[in-house]
């Protein structure tokens, strides 16, 4: 049902990202892959993507930069004309406790998590609602559900996403585009290696399944709700956590 269809990713050059372009990417999405300095991991994925049979374009970008982000949707139209679905993946953690974190420790994680995503919206929305059609899937997490110590910054950043996603959801209704987000829970990625083993027995003791989640159990549900199977979801945040929140 994918087959054809075009789908931006952005931090698509490791991690939870790379999975969502490849599960695409085997579905026979062509993509458009953002990175923000690892040329040499984008193009790595870049070729494993080719290897598929579909076409893929690399675009370089930071976008908690307003030019930036329209510079990869502008990227993306030129070379695939019709952009049916984006994938709003890229973030990025500085914990702390409140306590210590510093000024700029909040604004770097807003600038990334929440401007960044904002940024890309408002560059992306303009052509979906041209085309009157498309799929956009925010990468939350349940941090931003529950809350979680030290990481304030993190959960404001994507809590604000829900926000985003669900208010977006309600405008864009109307006009054939579907917003949801996913909410991750512990997915064994760069992101998490740092986290000493006690942290992460602990965290394991909490989730019901007994195992962190792979970057691909986030790619299936990312892929279902840019399908047609998901046509009448909309506004919806997915855990994705291993029954951790519930
Ligand atoms: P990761 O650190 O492995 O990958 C993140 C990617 O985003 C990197 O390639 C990085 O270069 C890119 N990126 C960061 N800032 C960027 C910017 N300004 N512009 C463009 N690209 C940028 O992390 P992971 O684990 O793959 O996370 C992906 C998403 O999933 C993030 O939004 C993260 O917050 C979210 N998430 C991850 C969880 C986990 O347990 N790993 C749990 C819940 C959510």
Do not use: W
């Amino acid at each position: 049902m994918l087959k054809g269809k075009c789908a931006i990713i952005t931090g698509a050059a490791r991690g939870i990202g790379k999975a969502i372009a490849l599960k695409l990417a085997s579905l026979g999405v062509n993509i458009v892959l953002n990175y923000r300095s690892s040329e040499e991991e984008a193009q790595k994925v870049a070729a494993q993507i080719e290897d598929m049979g579909v076409e893929v374009l690399t675009v370089k970008g930071d976008i908690s930069k307003l030019e930036e982000a329209q510079n990869i949707m502008t990227k993306a139209k030129e070379k695939f004309e019709i952009i049916d679905i984006i994938v709003n993946n890229a973030g990025i953690t500085k914990d702390t406790l409140l306590l210590r974190m510093k000024e700029e420790d909040f604004d770097n994680i807003i600038d990334v998590n929440l401007k960044g995503v904002f940024n890309c919206l408002k560059s992306i929305t303009p052509i979906m609602v041209k085309q009157k059609h498309g799929k956009i899937i925010n990468i939350s997490s349940v941090v931003g559900v529950v809350g979680n110590a030290g990481q304030v910054n993190y959960a404001a950043s994507k809590a604000g996403v829900i926000g985003m996603t669900k208010s977006l959801a309600k405008e864009l209704g109307g006009r054939g585009i579907n917003v949801n987000a996913v909410a991750p829970g512990f997915i064994e990625t760069d992101m998490t290696s740092t986290l000493g083993d006690k942290v992460k027995e602990e965290a394991k003791k909490s989730i019901p399944l007994k195992r962190f989640g792979t970057p691909e159990d986030v790619a299936d549900v990312v892929a279902f709700l840019a399908s047609e199977s998901s046509s009448y979801i909309t506004g919806q945040v997915i855990n994705i956590d291993g029954g951790m929140v519930m």
